[in-house]
């Protein structure tokens, strides 16, 4: 198959209303003049976005308020974008996480993490895939996923657990549609500088290498995509991370997660973090 070509094509992108989703969404705009569907569930940022790219580009946003931890929202979404225009790129981005004790995150936070970052994924990816093939146009499909899906991360158990499902998903069912004219690509970035970080516990991280800054981020991502790459980890700090645990045994790999995340959990805990 040959790289993708956002110019001027239809892409959907969930999530676009902050933080990685968002900076991909300017990219596309502004580097290929693509049009959009901007998914989330605050329609006042998604509407600011489409005035700002619309006014700047001149390209077209539809924009879909959505909350996909609902199933009958995930199926509008497909329903309403489909029925606008032609879709030629998927970016399955929208993600929650919960920092602290796994044990003191409430059940409904649980079963909505769940329902948002591996249930609203998957059905998106079977409605999509076929109407990409169907469409006959060498589309692509998206999966943004973390390196905690490589990875155990302890005080963020659940959301290591949701984004291993996708990582494994997603390089799966790559495989099982090779040779059809669609790509599945899975992103797994290591920290980002976003509201996800900034606004939990975790901006004790911020500020340091660890974070990369979504602009950045974003750009790796599109690029992973275009090229149809299977699985991407942006950045070198985090892929010599991730080299040297295939060295390290697994448990010990696990502990110093829990002696840094513990850290950082303590100091968020006792009011160091910076907006915690
Ligand atoms: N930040 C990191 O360190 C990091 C690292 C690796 C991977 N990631 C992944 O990158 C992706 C983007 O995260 P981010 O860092 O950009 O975080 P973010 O700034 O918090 O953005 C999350 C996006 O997901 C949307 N979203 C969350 N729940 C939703 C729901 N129920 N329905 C619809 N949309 C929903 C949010 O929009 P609304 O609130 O408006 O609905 C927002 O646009 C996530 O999948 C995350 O797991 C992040």
Partial sequence: MKPMNFTRRRVLVTGASSGLGLEMAR?????????????????????????????????????????????????????????????????????????????????????????????????????????????????????????????????????????????????SLSEELRGEPVSVTVFSPGGIDTDMTRSSKLNYFENTSLLQDATSCARDGLAAMQSRQVIHVPGRLNRAQLFATRLTPRRLITRIAGVTYRKALKAGEAGQGKTA
């Fill in 27 to 171: 990219q596309l705009a502004n580097r290929d003049q693509a049009d959009l569907v901007l998914v989330a569930r605050r329609l006042d940022r998604l509407n600011e976005l489409k005035a700002e790219l619309e006014g700047s580009t001149g390209i077209h946003c539809q924009v879909i308020a959505a909350d996909l931890s609902k199933p009958q929202d995930v199926d509008r979404v497909f329903a309403e974008a489909s029925a606008a225009g032609e879709i030629y790129g998927v970016i399955l981005n929208a993600g929650v996480t919960h920092f602290g004790k796994h044990l003191d995150m409430e059940w409904s936070g649980f079963e909505s993490m769940l329902a948002t970052n591996v249930t609203s994924v998957v059905r998106l990816v079977n409605l999509f895939t076929p109407y990409l093939i169907s469409q006959g146009r060498e589309g692509g499909i998206m999966l943004v996923s973390s390196m905690a899906g490589l990875l155990p991360l302890p005080f963020q158990a659940a959301y290591a657990g949701t984004k291993a499902f996708i990582t494994n998903f997603a390089q």
